[in-house]
């Protein structure tokens, strides 16, 4: 066979090195063998139809005589499935040379340029192959997308040490051990950490050819120190060997395609996102999200749900447009966490895909007031369950004090409060925390509501020409803002914890009449719903309490109570109650020891979990 040289392709790439005959190579699935710069270079092409304007792809190594071998056909097939092609170029041992990087470099502008690839393929290093791409890698970190590596040689030193290596780079032993951090891809990561590229290793923890220590381990170790991050899989009791599990990696084969194929970007859900149920037994599950793919033709939007680690059908949720900007819903059973997978699909093919590990479908509460609502508490507490999140306004995560949102440093009755009700209703349970240390219900107002006695505090409030006070505003907006971005009918309700800040203050100036607390929290909460568009619950505790011999103020008591026989609030926990050891610095402060917060939490959800399974008899 001969081979045209193309001048318009040759001011791209360069004269080609001809070949009178094409190489010849046995591959273990369909593809094309064909020279590159007289070296022996495969193609195996996924069957797709051709709607992006880049394909994403594997690159392969050592292709050596022999590889890549049959013992990869299983995680080929998968790459392929997924519309991920796969190719390499043989280099021979070049262990990672300048020559070999030379050659590389030629090998992805043919393959980006002539073929239509990626310009990001994920690469795929097998043992020495790992030296190979991770080497040309770290000269070209901004065209790499993700390395994955099966027991992958990363430490030039390791394997195949200085002396057999130093013929592949034209130098003397003495020469490359003087200069090895020059061309050790182990030593040179700082770029691939600061272009973000992920990286994977599964590599067997007998290994005694390529060391897991000194390659694999000592990688993620460095990476990870140098910001960047690695998945590390060590098989317990295996070498380098055969074992089917090093080909047939499902965590491999899934970190492979989640970085090879296009991105989808979701603003909603994130990791750890609890959506509030709209019956016991489901919910809707808001999906956003955008992505910079150029199509063709149409393309939808799927999504399908995994539930105890089964998948539930695909379904459309949404069209592709222009923008790449995309809305949709999709119906999941109450409970988690779940997993969600997301795609872009255009017939057969699959252009983009993500996925949100940990979705769930439960109760999610939003807690305001001053500090006892906040993290003032004397201990810090976790959630048990591991199925009690708590949002800060951008991400979730686990609600291990101090919760995010909040002010003050130390504990709350969040997390022993979220336990009990996930543990009542078997479902996930979001919080979203926005107290205040030391507020008045004065400094909650929104802008344009006088009062004439400022609080004790005036950070909040703004004294107006008159001689009046006015708060701020901010401390409800913010409230407001937290509710808003949960949604309409997005949380089940407020849980309210003030007073102590306006019951018995030492200027008796300072201290509000109960009669005025009423009035004032009343709009607050008419305000903040009339704010966010619907009726949202509210709980408001009684809570007064200071330190021992002045525990609690009948007039603010009342006039909480008073809100919730006039239906204007949900009854909450007599907090004044706690006292003795049950507040910090041995009975003598207002805030909570550790005790009194777990007691603080069981108030809560004594309050709450009656109320709550009346509302779940009546959802629809």
Known sequence: MKFLIIPVLSLVLGPLVLLAKGPEKDLPLPGKV???????????????TTVTQEKPWVWY???????????????FDRFLEAGISIAGIDVGESYGSPTGNKLYSRFHKEMTVLHNLAEKPVLLGRS?????????????PNKVGAFAGIYPVCNLSSYPGITTASGAFDLKPGELHLRLKEFNPIDKLQGLAKAGVPLFAIHGDVDRVVPLEANSGRMKDTYRALGGTMELVIPKGQGHNMWSGFFESRELVDFVINHARQKLTLSCPLDYQVTQRTTKSQGTIPIRGNGDIATNTKAWVEARIFVDEKPNEWQQIAQWNSKGNWEGSL????????????????????LAQTVVEHVGIGEIFVVAGQSNSANYGEQRLKPESGKVVAFNGKSWQMANDPQPGSGGEGGSFLPPFGDRIQSSFDVPVGLVSCGVGATSVREWLPTGHSFPQPPTLLGNVFQRANGDWESKGDLFERLCLNMKQLGPHGFRAVLWHQGESDANQANPMRTLPGKSYRQILESIIKQSRKKVG??????????????????SSPDIRDAQNSLWKSGVALEGPDTDSLKGLLRENMGKGVHFSGSGQQAHGALWAEKVTPWLKDQIKVDK
């Open 34 to 48: 064909f020279p590159v710069a007289g070296h022996s270079a495969f193609l195996i092409p996924a069957k797709t």
């Open 61 to 75: 190594a050592p292709t050596l005589k022999g590889l890549p071998g049959r013992e990869e056909r299983w995680m």
């Open 128 to 140: 020495r192959g790992g030296l190979m791409t991770l080497s040309w890698a770290t000269e070209n």
């Open 331 to 350: 119906q999941a059973p109450a409970g988690g966490w779940h997993r969600l997978e997301i795609r872009l699909k255009v017939k057969d093919a699959i």
């Open 534 to 551: 619907w009726e949202v619950p509210w709980f408001v505790a009684q809570a007064t309490y200071h330190v021992p011999g002045d525990e």
